[in-house]
């Protein structure tokens, strides 16, 4: 496979294992270039990308703007709290005053869920979900997808443990799809006020202890306790979430050994995550994932540019 078939980057969700691991290739070959002193090339020359983040973000917005520099484009990050939208312009009318402006690509945060979708129905060029409520994050599966297959080769077959607040979790969906999608054995694990219901419909294990959840795992994807997502108390103290369900090189003992550490950030070191264990530099791939989100970026920008460069209809 050679083509990505989509006009946009909205979800995991449909995606098929080729079409994943064109942009994880492609993406392998962005490594490179990223960490080459050639860093930029002119792929993306007279194209121009916007970033319109609704949403704080560290690792998705500068790793959108570092992605599409590294390809040559104009990039623009729209300062949302200085626009119009404070003056109560909608969603809809922002996106549509963008794309007057003739962009190649609008890469959009939003927190309703769909919202990104939505968008992309009313604009003419490539739409890229940076995250829509608790519904996909898609570039961060693809990202934690490289990571896993460059350290570990593959995808198939591996256990993947996914712990914490999954319910909340936009990061968690798409990893679920992704890793469904390549072949991987998939457990959440969960206190069941933190699990969406009939969440196994997805194809998922459910555990609600970390000794089930994490025995003989390969990866162990610890997620951020979302409380700005959370009208009231979804677990009693943050100390006896910690104490059940932060991950500590106690708990890690029942994985295989030498499992490997996944957090997308931004981490809550004490909560959902013990600072030794994330910082083991061995087994923790916490920045190894910042580092391919660049990569994967590029890659996805790439290919939903390229029927317009290659003048042809995606
Ligand atoms: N992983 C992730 O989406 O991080 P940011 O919120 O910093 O972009």
Redesign the pocket.
Known sequence: MTRFPHRHLLGIEGLSAGEISLVLDLADSYVEQSRSRERKSQLLDGRTVVNLFF???????TSFELAAKRLGADVINMAVQSSSVKKGETLIDTAMTLNAMHLDALVV?HAESGAVKLLSDKVNCAVLN??DGHHE?PT?ALLDALAIRRRLGRLEGLVVAICGDILHSR?ARSNIHLLNAMGAHVRVVAPPTLLPSAIERLGVEVHHTMKSGLKDADIVMMLRLQSERMSGQYVPSIREYFYFFGLDYEKLAVAKPNALIMH???MNRGVEIDSEVADDFKRSMILDQVELGVAVRMAVLDLLTRPAREGRAA
């Open positions: 949403e704080n973000s560290t690792r998705t917005l945060r940076a995250g994050h961060q990061v997308p950030g931004p």
